[in-house]
């Protein structure tokens, strides 16, 4: 690589808002994007909630002379909504299904039917290797009494897990999409120190857009502005985050938002503020080799995050051992019941009432079977993730033990990474 090696990256990420039936506006504001994006033409355009295939195909196709690299990330039931417009090739693609995604029986949030998702890209440009992901993750319907929380934390883990393992070859990460999380909340934070990533709000030369860097609104006219009431000027819950592996230093030169209102005239493309990041890749000089700032694992911030996430998913577990109990005792009860009936109509005794009773009873044992199962697997998902993060724990402080060693959170990533080389 060239001592004078650069490279400009622009990309563009959206919450499209695009529900079939029940989005306003959505085939114009499907086009209008078709439009903007073709007239900016971007190196990558990473988009959330394109729920309609037919829609993704129509934007393709609209897409094709400017976009010729595109690709749909299907999963769930109704799909992840996930979808991606490069400029240049695509060498590979890659996708992880979060275990855990909310209730089945809660279905008018609809997050379970979903199939949340990140999806991978992978591009060589200029002899580098960008891995580019997009995700969504579940979302937040109140924030004072968040019954999803431990589920967006374990998605926070695994999304944090997939990039680390599958990011060992390349020389640039980029991570966009609509985390659902405010800048300090747990699974952001998780997110940052696991895996290093820069926030491009925070490290940007230069910022134009929403107060705050908000991607969510009052102004917007999608948006209920009752939901943000304790937010005046809005939310920031979608990111570019991104972070150069080796050789290269990146750098945000912008980074700009839209502001309630269309780019080129008219309602807003979607109740989201779409993020437009310009990325800067040069050529890394020596590094320092000055000792860094020793930190002990008390003080780690990696260390503080993980703790707080263990503590997160144990209250998540005892949510769902809660419902196991629960959902057992129902089953339990109702077969005792079943029993009953069955005796009555065998005897004669209320026959005409016990056969009435039959079918409900019947009923309510399969449903309670049901959420029993659902639970199961609930709390084996959000147990695994806990088991990861206190494996985490635990090798730091076995750093610690052995000697005063300097930043345990650099270390660990470094472990593991030589690990995985040796395997």
């Not at 622009?10 to 903007?36: E, H, M, Q, T």
């Not at 060498?91 to 279905?107: C, D, F, I, K, S």
């Not at 860097?213 to 939310?235: D, E, H, K, R």
């Amino acid at each position: 690589m060239k001592p004078n090696f650069s490279l400009r990256l622009r990309v563009f990420n959206l919450n499209c808002w695009n529900i079939p039936y029940c989005s306003k506006d959505r085939v114009d504001r499907l086009k209008r994007l078709g439009d903007f994006l073709n007239v900016e033409s971007f190196d990558l355009a990473l988009l959330e909630e394109v729920w309609s295939e037919e829609d993704f195909e129509t934007l393709r196709q609209k897409l094709l002379p400017t976009y010729p690299g595109a690709h749909y990330f299907r999963s769930g039931i109704i799909g992840s909504g996930l979808c991606v417009f490069s400029k240049h090739p695509i060498q590979e693609l890659a996708q992880h299904v979060y275990t855990l995604n909310g209730y089945p029986y809660m279905v008018h949030h609809g997050d379970w039917f979903c199939g949340k998702a990140v999806g991978l890209l992978v591009l060589h440009l200029s002899g580098l290797v960008v891995n580019a992901y997009v995700t969504h993750l579940h979302a937040e319907y109140d924030r004072q009494r968040d019954i999803y929380l431990a589920h967006r934390v374990a998605q926070a883990w695994e999304l944090a897990q997939f990039i680390h393992h599958t990011s060992k070859k390349a020389d640039v990460i980029l991570l966009c999409g609509d985390l659902n999380l405010h800048p300090k909340d747990l699974g952001c934070r998780l997110l940052k120190e696991w895996t290093g990533l820069q926030d491009a709000y925070l490290e940007t030369q230069d910022f134009q857009g929403c107060e705050e860097g908000c991607t969510m609104v009052p102004q917007n006219c999608y948006v209920n502005p009752q939901g943000l009431q304790p937010f005046p000027f809005g939310i920031r819950i979608d990111y570019v985050l991104y972070k150069a592996v080796s050789r290269v230093y990146v750098s945000c030169k912008t980074l700009k938002t839209t502001t309630g209102n269309d780019p080129l005239g008219g309602t807003p493309l979607s109740d989201h503020e779409a993020l437009m990041a310009t990325l800067c890749v040069r050529h890394s000089p020596p590094q320092d080799s000055s000792s860094p700032a020793r930190e002990t694992a008390e003080t780690s911030p990696l260390v503080t995050v993980l703790k707080e996430a263990c503590t997160e998913l144990g209250l998540g577990l005892a949510q769902a051992h809660w419902w196991l109990a629960f959902a057992s005792c129902v089953v339990g009860g109702g077969l005792l019941f079943l029993v009953l009936l069955c005796a009555l109509v065998a005897g004669g005794d209320s026959g005409q009432v016990a056969s009435l009773l039959l079918g409900p009873s019947v009923g309510l044992v399969l449903g309670a079977g049901a959420v029993y199962l659902f639970h199961m697997q609930e709390a084996k998902g959000l147990w695994k993730a806990q088991a990861e993060l206190q494996h985490v724990l635990g090798r730091a402080w076995d750093a610690q033990d052995m000697g005063s060693r300097p930043r345990p959170a650099q270390l660990l990533r470094q472990q593991l990474d030589d690990r995985a080389v040796e395997q």
